[in-house]
């Protein structure tokens, strides 16, 4: 069993046409993701790698009955891409773009909750459940399928992990990149229960990093609902505070609030299992799987 994304999974790309859609669009097919149609506003009628292109995703979904999208549109573009999605009723809507304007993402956020919609990133690498379909532009030929979870703020730490599972022959149930954007649609929080829930999920690896309360969340949440065995890595150990790291979120208020102690600390009382690197992920997971 999966989530979010299996062999049922009937996927648009939004921006199918630009260089970046097509290239994913392309990488997702050969993965043998169900990819039913494209949306450009402006190019419907056109096709591309044999899919036809719509000017809305109400059409998209009204011909192919489409339950999820990915968004392969430049940040200035997301919010009405993605809104159009979220009111349109597809299920799970996955947005790649960095720099998503924050005041988009907090309408979006909230407009994706109350329309009960699973809206993923941004700056997302997507959701990918290993052997039956990918969202988004991850590399798959380093994820195997498996019963190890893994959700994300880090793309980079996150293809070193499977990397370095992959050659200990431990694969992945699901794995979720939720984003390092300082606004996410989907939080740690908000993937938890679906780990929870999933029976092929037998262990789950929170990839965090400096910066917001994500993890602290988490942690009160492992605490009180979650029964299987996690482990926490938190990236950013040596960062300085009021400076931010890479990602958007990734920064340590001056009053060390966001710090990588202080969510450690937090995850520890939780009874999580507290990774110091990717390597050391790996070594934890020999001990449980």
């Known amino acids: 069993m999966s989530f979010f994304v299996d062999e049922n999974t009937r996927l648009i790309v939004q921006g199918i046409t630009g260089r970046e859609g097509s290239f994913h669009a392309e990488q997702m097919l050969e993965y043998k993701t169900n990819v ?23 059409e998209a979904k009204e011909k192919h009955d489409a339950n999820a999208s990915v968004l392969f549109v430049p ?3 997301l919010y009405d891409a993605a809104y159009e ?25 909230h407009l994706a909750k109350d329309k009960g919609v699973q809206l993923i990133g941004p700056n997302s690498f997507g ?28 793309a980079t730490n ?7 599972m992959m050659k200990e022959s431990i694969g992945q149930s699901t794995v979720v990149g939720v984003g390092g ?11 938890l229960p679906h780990f929870e829930a999933d029976p092929q999920t037998k262990v789950i690896v929170m990839i965090g990093e400096i910066g917001g309360s994500e993890e602290e969340l988490a942690a009160a949440y492992i605490k009180d609902h979650v029964t299987k065995p996690v482990i926490a890595l938190i990236a950013g150990t040596n960062a300085p505070k009021d400076v931010s790291m890479g990602h958007a979120g990734a920064i340590v208020s001056p009053d060390g609030e966001g710090s990588a102690e202080k969510k450690m600390e937090q995850l520890l009382a939780a009874g999580a299992l507290i990774a110091e690197s990717t390597e050391d992920i790996v070594r934890i997971l020999k001990t449980l799987v």
Do not use: W
Request: aromatic share 8%.
């Open 36 to 58: 039913v149609a494209g949306v450009t506003p402006g190019k419907g009628g056109t096709t591309v790698l044999g899919l036809p292109v719509y000017n809305t995703v109400r």
């Open 85 to 109: 999605a979220i009111m349109t009723g597809i299920s799970l809507v996955v947005t790649i773009a960095e720099h998503t304007p924050v005041h988009d993402m907090l309408k979006l956020h």
């Open 158 to 164: 996150c293809y070193e992990t499977a990397f370095l």
């Open 75 to 77: 940040p200035r573009f």
């Open 127 to 154: 959701v990918i459940s290993p052997g039956k379909a990918k969202a988004g532009f991850m590399a798959h030929r380093i994820f195997a399928q498996g019963n190890v979870g893994i959700m994300s703020r880090s």
């Open 181 to 191: 954007d300082m606004i996410p649609g989907s939080t740690f929080v908000d993937v």
